[in-house]
């Protein structure tokens, strides 16, 4: 069975077994966490030879110096995301008979806790609605501040998506833009426009949010069919 270092599993891993379940966004984030956060690391050792320690100072330094501006480490959640990538391609690993362990089971990570939104209050938001007139996507900031619509959602929306008759604005897909590389080759290329189903929390119902807009009454309905 062919000898991997770190870097050549995980992206072995990911192109040829993770690949297959993830959203196009999502793989191009865990490409680019292989290629910038734990190949300047670890990424050459031979993936036999890993250990928690080589692990657990790999995380110990992106939580000093991690940032790409040099202005300190990454955050919490940042590093917690390298690990999950890191725990599972190793978890396949062990299953796969390429080790004994998975080395991430013994590693310390930091704690997080999801922060608490704040949204703009009354006074914030006419000012907002003063001003966007001001940007040629001001017609968009109202949009989205009367429906709750995230940008990709916003951007995704098409006139077909759009029941004058009925006053409904159905939400079908969001828009994002990601690198769509070449495996594993490091090679990007830009993609415009992809779309994907909306985000939403529950996955499986339908989420209906009512707005006033302009004195009309519309009816925002996120569609996971």
């Known amino acids: 069975m062919k000898e991997y270092t770190v870097t050549e599993w995980l992206l072995y891993w990911l192109s040829t077994f993770a690949k297959i379940k993830l959203k196009p966004s999502t793989y191009d984030s865990y490409y680019s966490i292989i290629i910038n956060r734990i190949d300047p690391y670890i990424g050459s050792i031979p993936l036999g030879q890993l250990t928690v320690d080589d692990v657990q100072e790999m995380y110990n330094i992106l939580s000093v110096s991690g940032r ?19 725990h599972k391609s190793l978890k396949f690993a062990c299953g796969y008979g390429l080790i004994k362990k998975n080395v991430s089971d013994l590693v310390q990570v930091p704690s997080y806790r999801k922060p608490v939104m704040r949204v703009l209050n009354r006074q914030e938001q006419d000012l907002l609605l ?38 409904l604005v159905i939400v079908r897909k969001t828009l994002k833009r990601i690198n769509c590389r070449s495996d594993l080759e490091n090679k990007t290329e830009l993609v415009p426009f992809y ?23 519309y009816t925002i309905i996120v569609n996971l069919r």
């Open 130 to 167: 003063q001003n966007c007139h001001l940007t040629r996507y001001g017609f968009m900031i109202k949009f989205a501040l009367y429906t709750g619509m995230r940008i990709g959602e916003l951007m995704g929306l098409c006139w077909s998506d759009v029941d004058l008759k009925n006053r």
């Open 68 to 86: 790409f501006d040099g202005k300190g480490g990454l955050s919490a959640k940042s590093i917690i995301n390298v690990h999950r990538l890191l």
């Open 195 to 217: 779309l994907q189903k909306p985000k939403i929390h529950t996955g499986k119902f339908r989420f209906v949010r009512n707005c006033i807009w302009n004195f009309w009454n």
